[in-house]
């Protein structure tokens, strides 16, 4: 069975910096690419970032220049570094991954959320 688990949520003060982790377990080849979305209470989940097995990434508008978006592609594991964060921050941040199967197939997968809240 394929999971995704997420780690490093928590509370931080504004300004302050967290660094989420989702690594892909079970029987998974690689990925295409993997990423982080969020989703604040009555918020649509948005994109913060994504990259590419090759390292390619993209970025939502509002976190450039604060988050950076990382990966161990030997351990099917991706990364964010949040620094500078804001209270409009706050939101369970979800991983999800396109992750190729050792036949072949590539199937999306999300994680279980983790919350992350900004707040002094």
């Known amino acids: 069975q394929v999971q995704l688990v997420e780690s490093g949520g928590g509370l931080v003060q504004p300004g302050g910096s967290l660094r989420l982790s989702c690594a892909a377990s079970g029987s998974v080849f690689s990925f295409n690419s993997m990423g982080w979305y969020r989703q604040a209470p009555e918020k649509q989940r948005e994109l913060v970032a994504r990259l590419t097995h090759g390292g390619s990434t993209n970025y939502a508008d509002f976190v450039k220049g604060r988050f950076s978006v990382s990966r161990d592609a030997a351990k099917n594991t991706v990364y964010l570094q949040m620094n500078s964060l804001k209270p409009e921050d706050t939101a369970v941040y979800y991983c999800?991954?396109?992750?190729?199967?050792?036949?072949?197939?590539?199937?999306?997968?999300w994680g279980q959320g983790t919350q992350v809240t900004v707040s002094s």
């Open positions: 999800n991954a396109d992750l190729i199967r050792p036949w072949g197939s590539v199937v999306n997968y």
